[in-house]
């Protein structure tokens, strides 16, 4: 018998003999004495996120003006200079009127529904190779650079805000809407949703998926 078979047997010895103590219970919580209860400066560090309607979003202030100087320093070396995208790096600006293209451009101006989502993700996952590194003030003056990218704000002189943020729309944001799910009747009356032989007849192909920007345009394997 190999190690690790040898190994692999006497761990599901362990876990047979031990089972009921690795599972816990309800009134008796399982304990594995691994790390600890996170403190609440560090719970407060993650517990950051801004909802579509502005609420979360911190105090501060950027024109878009110093968020330009911040996005050439910080960012264009992967989203480009004006936000067009390099190589694999997603294009930040442009693609107005492409939704119903085949290959849609999905930018902040084209696609994305809520101005808030910008400030969050930037402030939560940017720059890529140091993410959380920016300042409030920062990641405020970064949105309205990308605002100014997509023709949203005009005026570099523009101060974005807790609450001048809040206040703005996308141009796409009118084409989402809440899910609604819930409000279907089968949910509504407390019924399960049909999963077999739901409809009669042979299954019709109306759609298939597709992966965007990552087939070749030519050549390869089909």
């Given at each position: 018998?190999?190690?690790?078979r040898?190994?692999?047997?006497?761990?599901?010895?362990?876990?047979?003999?031990?089972?009921?103590?690795?599972?816990g219970?309800?009134?008796?919580?399982?304990?594995?004495?691994?790390?600890?209860?996170?403190?609440?400066?560090?719970?407060?560090?993650?517990?950051i996120?801004?909802?579509?309607?502005?609420?979360?979003?911190?105090?501060?202030?950027?024109t878009?003006?110093?968020?330009?100087?911040?996005?050439?320093?910080?960012?264009?070396?992967?989203?480009?200079?004006?936000?067009?995208g390099?190589?694999r790096?997603?294009?930040?600006?442009?693609?107005?009127?492409?939704?119903?293209?085949?290959?849609p451009?999905?930018?902040?101006?084209?696609?994305?529904?809520?101005?808030?989502?910008?400030?969050?993700y930037?402030?939560?996952?940017?720059?890529?190779?140091?993410?959380g590194?920016?300042?409030?003030d920062?990641?405020?003056?970064?949105?309205a650079?990308?605002?100014?990218?997509?023709d949203?704000?005009?005026?570099?002189?523009?101060?974005?805000?807790k609450?001048?943020?809040a206040?703005?729309?996308?141009?796409?944001?009118?084409?989402?809407?809440?899910?609604?799910?819930?409000?279907?009747?089968?949910?509504?009356?407390?019924?399960?949703?049909?999963?077999?032989?739901?409809?009669?007849g042979?299954?019709k192909?109306?759609?298939?998926?597709?992966?965007?920007?990552?087939?070749?345009?030519?050549?390869?394997?089909?």
């Amino acid at each position: 018998m190999s190690k690790c078979r040898r190994l692999g047997a006497l761990v599901g010895a362990l876990l047979i003999a031990c089972g009921p103590a690795f599972a816990g219970s309800p009134e008796k919580p399982a304990k594995y004495g691994l790390g600890r209860l996170a403190l609440p400066d560090e719970v407060a560090v993650w517990d950051i996120d801004v909802r579509a309607d502005g609420l979360g979003l911190p105090e501060g202030s950027g024109t878009a003006a110093r968020g330009e100087e911040i996005y050439s320093e910080r960012c264009a070396s992967c989203h480009g200079d004006f936000g067009e995208g390099i190589d694999r790096w997603p294009a930040l600006a442009g693609g107005r009127d492409t939704l119903k293209d085949e290959r849609p451009l999905k930018t902040i101006g084209s696609y994305w529904p809520h101005a808030s989502t910008i400030f969050d993700y930037v402030r939560r996952a940017m720059p890529y190779a140091s993410p959380g590194t920016l300042s409030d003030d920062e990641v405020y003056a970064l949105t309205a650079y990308l605002l100014q990218l997509n023709d949203i704000v005009t005026d570099p002189d523009f101060v974005l805000s807790k609450k001048t943020l809040a206040a703005i729309r996308l141009p796409n944001g009118k084409n989402f809407i809440p899910d609604d799910r819930l409000a279907e009747p089968h949910y509504a009356k407390g019924l399960v949703p049909c999963m077999t032989d739901c409809r009669p007849g042979k299954a019709k192909i109306t759609g298939r998926a597709r992966a965007l920007d990552v087939t070749p345009e030519s050549g390869g394997a089909e």
